[in-house]
């Protein structure tokens, strides 16, 4: 199974400054047919997730454009540029190119 | 607006089965592969079971296979999850999901205890 490791597990962050989480993933994300299926997710307290970036870098419909994902291969990059007080959650990454889909262990963003 | 409503969870026993069930609405459900993914409480996400457009292809992480068995119902825009031989380890929120997730129902409880 492929092994999706996201670092921080926590994140304090202050308002207005940017944010980043990483996640690595056991073996390379490129699908054969070419695109890279890594998403993020973003759960806020006591919500159902929601996907904020999907295929690496591209930012879903209504998602903030303070929020940006880059990678490729096994090194995967979620940005804030500048941490709002919504912002505050739990954002994981997922990668759908290999069976069993697989998540990351999750990273807590919360405000210092 | 793409809408997913989860139900049949509840308490069972060790050993017990439940199905649970994903209405879909406002979006062409045969049009798409669908998820089923699980919360434990305090815990991060677990993908479980996906399934293809038409049911041909199913996919399990391995901690259900052989128990769990994902389906679907085109004609009623629902999606299914059979649920048997439930651990404790089962017990989760279980959310279904339109394929990798761009949308996701609000998920239904499943506690497994005696």
Known sequence: DVVMTQSPLSLPVTLGQPASISCRSSQRLVHPDGNTYLSWFQQRPGQSPRRLIYKASNRDSGVPDRFSGSGSGTDFTLKISRVEAEDVGIYYCMQHTHWPWTFGQGTKVEIK | ?114
């Open chain 2, 1 to 114: 607006e793409v809408q997913l409503v989860e139900s049949g969870g509840g308490l069972v026993q060790p050993g017990g089965s439940l199905r649970l069930s994903c209405a879909a609405s406002e979006f062409t459900f045969e049009n798409y592969w669908m998820s089923w993914v699980r919360q434990a409480p305090g815990k991060g996400l677990e993908w479980v079971a996906t399934i293809k457009e038409d049911g041909s292809e199913k996919y399990y992480v391995d901690s259900v296979k052989g128990r769990f068995t994902i389906s679907r119902d085109n004609a009623k825009n629902s999606l299914f999850l059979q649920m048997n031989s439930l651990g404790a380890e089962d017990s989760a929120v279980y959310h279904c999901a339109r394929g990798a997730g761009p949308y996701w129902g609000q998920g239904t409880p499943v506690t497994v205890s005696s």
